[in-house]
Each structure stands twice: as C-alpha cells, then as structure tokens.
C-alpha cells in the first residue's frame, strides 16, 4: 500500500489563503450606503405627501421622484464605490444592475400596461411587489438584510393590490419611502456598531 505524503501548511499560507478567500469573497458583494436607501427613502416621503396633495396626479409625482430617487441613489451608490477604489462598473456593480433592472424593466412595461387598461389601482402593487423582487435578485451581491427588505416590498405590494384607492399612495409611501428609511438607519446602525 503507498503511503500518502501529507504537506503541512504554515500560519503564515495559512493566512494568506485566508486572506485570498476574504478578497475573493468581497469582490463578490456590495455594499450599500446608508445614505442612498435614506436618500431614496426621503423622496419617496415626498411624493407620497405631494401625490397625497394632488391625487389626481399622483402618476406622475410617483414617476418623477422615481427618476429623481432612482439618480440620487445611483450617485451615491457610484460615489462610494468611487470611494473605495472600485472601478466605476466593477464587477460587483454590474452584477447587482443585472440583478436588479430586469425587474424594474417588468414593472415599467406592466405600469405602461396597466395604464392603457385603465387599471390605476394596480399600479402601486405592481411597482412594489417589482421592486420587492429586484431587491431580493440583489440580496446575492448584497446580503440578507437586502432580502428582507424585499420581501418585506413584496408583502406591501400584496397587501397594495387589496387595498382601496385611497389607501395606495400611503403604501407607496411607506415602502418606498419609510422602509428605504428604515433600511438605511439600521444600515448605518450595524456598519458603526
């Protein structure tokens, strides 16, 4: 019977293959900043109190403070990872715009459809529940805490499509609005101990 030659490994290839599989794991991931979710979440306030003010237009509040949210966020999500030294469309990044734009591209057509159906009341749901799935795609570059947060938009939007019309821009609010917000504090909370 041959007898197997072990090789043993010091502490030092020890650490460094740990050191490899800690790098090799980050560039897997992103992080998000704290102040993108609570800046997305502060223009999502503002268009449930402004959609609220003009109900009749509340589309196109909703639609607008996307776009402006949607900007801002990316900023902030680019300028951190400018930050750190990471390329402007690392890997990570493109990656997480994979995860996450095939479902707000759904949720556009669906809005589009809904729209010319004359089917308003179900745009809200729709667009959470979209945007409850895009977060969860994500949670495999991002971590748990982005999936909870997307099942929690996917529970809101559920409960949107059940909802009279008068009560949907108050849900739109509070997910893309009070959970951004939400999200973002205790991001900042965990990061800073």
């Known amino acids: 019977m041959p007898q197997l030659n072990t090789v043993t490994i010091d502490s030092h290839a020890a650490a460094t293959l740990s050191y490899i599989r800690a790098s090799m794991e980050a560039a897997g991931t992103l992080a998000i900043p704290p102040s993108a979710a609570i800046t997305v979440g502060v223009f999502g306030l503002g268009a449930a109190v402004l959609g609220a003010a003009l109900p009749t237009e509340w589309l196109r509040v909703w639609l607008s403070a996307a776009v402006f949210a949607g900007a801002a966020g990316g900023y902030l999500l680019i300028r951190r990872s400018a930050l750190k030294g990471f390329a402007l469309l690392g890997a ?9 734009l095939p479902n707000l591209f759904v949720g556009g057509v669906l809005t589009l459809v809904l729209y010319r159906a004359g089917l308003l009341h179900a745009i809200p749901g729709t667009w959470l529940l979209c945007y409850g799935c895009a977060l969860m795609s994500t949670s495999a570059l991002t971590g748990r805490s982005m999936a909870l947060l997307g ?11 059940a909802l009279p019309d008068s009560l949907e821009n108050a849900a739109l609010g509070g997910g893309f609005g009070a959970l951004h917000i939400m999200f973002g504090v205790l991001a900042d909370r965990e990061r800073h101990g």
């Open 92 to 100: 990570p990044l493109r990656k997480f715009l994979l995860c996450l």
């Open 151 to 161: 099942a929690l938009f996917g529970l809101l939007g559920l409960t949107a499509l």
